[in-house]
């Protein structure tokens, strides 16, 4: 059993950055693949981004790409999301996932694990 917990969250200026992050706990961390993944009022939950239980391979969402990093530190059981240049439209509750095994999904329910999420607000 993984417990997740996410961290970083915040309210910053359009074009300012963020960093989340995701502790681990419970579980074997380099044996999950993880994802990151938000939710804005009213939405469904979308897929952010992803990496491999390695972290050799990671994987955007096309809304993100080349403004957020996802990356890993297996010794400190952590996952991170990098974010830069944000927007307005980015402002969602920020969720990371595991799931066990290497490969990484874009699919919500391929994930067994999530954590309660952490609030970002981009203001215009």
């Known amino acids: 059993q993984v417990q997740l917990v996410e961290s970083g969250g915040g309210l910053v200026q359009a074009g300012g950055s963020l960093r989340l992050s995701c502790a681990a706990s419970?579980?074997?961390?380099?044996?999950?693949?993880m994802g990151w993944f938000r939710q804005a009022p009213g939405k469904e939950r979308e897929f952010v981004a992803a990496?491999?239980?390695?972290?050799?391979?990671?994987y955007y969402a096309a809304s993100v790409k080349g403004r957020f990093t996802i990356s890993r530190d297996n010794a400190k059981n952590t996952v991170y999301l990098q974010m830069n240049s944000l927007k307005p439209e980015d402002t969602a509750v920020y969720y990371c996932?595991?799931?066990?095994?290497?490969?990484?999904?874009?699919?919500?329910?391929?994930?067994?694990?999530w954590g309660l999420g952490t609030q970002v607000t981009v203001s215009s």
């Open positions: 996932a595991a799931r066990g095994g290497s490969s990484w999904y874009t699919n919500p329910s391929e994930y067994g694990y």
């Open positions: 419970g579980g074997t961390f380099s044996s999950y693949a």
């Open positions: 990496i491999t239980w390695s972290g050799r391979s990671t």
